[in-house]
């Protein structure tokens, strides 16, 4: 139904100002830029070490237990950067931010996101439907105004694109889950 991208913030005092230039600076410094995510194992995580393994970069990852405490610690310089989605650092402050997909990262889709399941054996006439209303709400106006703020980019694929996405999504997290030796604490 909806996918939020993520966003890479620095503190107000961080030296690269754009995605570019923080890659640049991860690479002439290696394990030395620190990078706060909203949960431990959660997908912001999961996109820094795909961040990481893309860029062939090595970053310092630390784990908050929501959004709010991120963006208390990148706003009190406790943390070199963040990566987020918008709304957990008050999208209204970034209205010009680039998602890591826009800056140099094409293919990058390791978001946070929200879709509908249906039980195995639902009829598929019931799937069909379910996917027709998510399609109609998505097009109305006071839904869209109602998430524009969070930086949701609303969807309204078919059943068999979902199940595609999210087939190739478990294939990624369980590598990098893998690679990264990530563990539920």
Same mark, same amino acid.
């Not at 393994?53 to 970053?59: G, P």
């Not at 008050?90 to 293919?107: F, I, K, V």
């Not at 996917?131 to 309204?156: C, F, N, S």
């Given at each position: 139904?909806?996918?939020?991208? $993520?966003?890479?913030? =620095?503190?107000?005092?961080?030296?690269?100002?754009? =995605?570019?230039?923080?890659?640049?600076?991860? *690479?002439?410094?290696?394990?030395?830029?620190?990078?706060?995510?909203?949960?431990?194992?959660?997908?912001?995580?999961?996109?820094?070490? #795909?961040?990481?393994?893309?860029? #062939?970069?090595?970053?310092? $990852? =630390?784990?908050?237990?929501?959004? *709010?405490?991120?963006?208390?610690?990148?706003?009190?310089?406790?943390?070199?950067?963040?990566? &987020?989605?918008?709304?957990?650092?008050?999208?209204?402050?970034?209205?010009?931010?680039?998602?890591? /997909? #826009?800056?140099?990262?094409?293919?990058?889709?390791? /978001?946070?996101? /929200? !879709?509908?399941?249906?039980? &195995?054996?639902?009829?598929?006439? %019931?799937?069909?439907?379910?996917?027709? +209303?998510?399609? #109609?709400?998505?097009?109305?106006?006071? =839904?869209?105004?109602?998430?524009?703020?969070?930086?949701?980019?609303? +969807?309204? /694929?078919?059943?068999?694109?979902?199940? *595609?996405?999210?087939? !190739?999504?478990?294939?990624?997290?369980?590598?990098? %889950? +893998?690679?990264?030796?990530?563990?539920?604490?």
């Amino acid at each position: 139904m909806s996918s939020f991208p $993520h966003v890479v913030a =620095v503190k107000q005092d961080f030296p690269a100002q754009t =995605v570019q230039k923080y890659l640049a600076a991860a *690479t002439a410094k290696p394990g030395t830029i620190s990078y706060g995510t909203p949960p431990a194992a959660g997908m912001g995580q999961m996109a820094g070490e #795909e961040l990481q393994r893309r860029a #062939e970069i090595k970053l310092i $990852h =630390v784990p908050y237990r929501g959004g *709010t405490d991120a963006a208390r610690e990148i706003g009190a310089a406790s943390v070199d950067s963040v990566i &987020t989605t918008p709304i957990g650092l008050a999208r209204p402050s970034l209205p010009d931010a680039s998602t890591l /997909n #826009e800056s140099g990262l094409p293919g990058f889709d390791l /978001n946070d996101w /929200n !879709g509908m399941f249906a039980a &195995t054996g639902t009829p598929a006439a %019931i799937v069909d439907r379910m996917q027709a +209303v998510i399609a #109609e709400a998505v097009k109305d106006t006071k =839904v869209r105004e109602r998430l524009d703020p969070t930086g949701a980019d609303l +969807v309204a /694929n078919s059943p068999a694109e979902f199940k *595609t996405w999210l087939t !190739g999504q478990r294939e990624l997290l369980g590598k990098l %889950i +893998v690679a990264a030796g990530i563990k539920l604490q």
